[in-house]
């Protein structure tokens, strides 16, 4: 258990809608990442937050955004869903964002009708 | 987005073998890590290397740090069933956005 929750751990929409996939960090760490991971894919990074404040941003598509709340848990929103956008979606946390392992949660899996 | 060119893309191995992958970049790394993805399941960290040149172990599993900073290498020994999953390097830089940039995997399977 790397203790990184996230959820929920499956989702299903229909294409238009708009989801929110939630993070909770391991107890400690202050910066979080979202990464997308397509079938069969590698992991792409989408973004990272360093307590609450944004730090670095990857291939995020503009109908997605994130945000780390005070508590330093982190929401991601998608929006305008594509079938394209099925993917499984990991969060990750670090103790200082700097030159620290990634701990990865073990995902949402998005699925888009 | 950047990735990390990962050899084998995938291999079959028998139990008790060993076995090596590498990971190649273009640039340079201040770190490199090495994960390893189960089925439905997130990417659990294996190892983690700090220094150009670093040798480090984990049980059966080694990595090293290439000394171009641009490559690393992991090599598992006598390989059992449940080595079998997706490992992918990880190449990370310092400063304030300290992301991973991922390989594109090695699938590791094992036959009794």
């Known amino acids: 258990d790397s203790g990184v929750t996230q959820t929920p751990k499956h989702l299903i929409t229909a294409t238009g809608q708009r989801v929110t996939l939630r993070c909770s960090p391991r107890s400690g760490d202050l910066s979080v990442y979202w990464y997308q991971q397509s079938l069969d894919q590698g992991l792409q990074f989408l973004i990272q937050?360093?307590?609450?404040?944004?730090?670095a941003k990857g291939n995020i598509l503009e109908r997605f955004s994130a945000q780390q709340f005070p508590d330093l848990h982190s929401e991601l929103n998608l929006s305008s869903l594509e079938l394209g956008d099925s993917a499984l979606y990991f969060c990750?946390?670090?103790?200082?964002?700097?030159?620290?392992?990634?701990?990865f949660g073990n995902g949402t899996r998005l699925t888009v009708t | 987005g950047q990735q990390l060119n990962q050899n084998p893309q995938s291999m079959f191995i028998q139990e008790g073998e060993d076995v090596s992958m590498n990971c190649t970049s273009s640039s340079i790394f201040n770190t490199w890590l090495w994960y390893k993805q189960d089925p439905g399941e997130g990417p659990v960290l294996l190892i983690a290397l700090y220094k150009a040149g670093e040798l480090t172990s984990n049980g059966r599993l080694t990595a090293q740090f290439g000394i171009t900073r641009k490559d690393s290498f992991l090599n598992i020994s006598a390989s059992i069933p449940s080595d079998v999953g997706i490992y992918f390097c990880?190449?990370?830089?310092?400063?304030?956005?300290?992301?991973?940039?991922f390989g594109t995997g090695t699938r590791l399977q094992v036959t009794l």
């Open positions: 990880a190449g990370q830089n310092t400063g304030t956005a300290s992301k991973l940039t």
């Open positions: 937050y360093y307590n609450g404040e944004e730090r």
């Open positions: 990750a946390s670090s103790v200082t964002g700097v030159l620290s392992p990634l701990h």
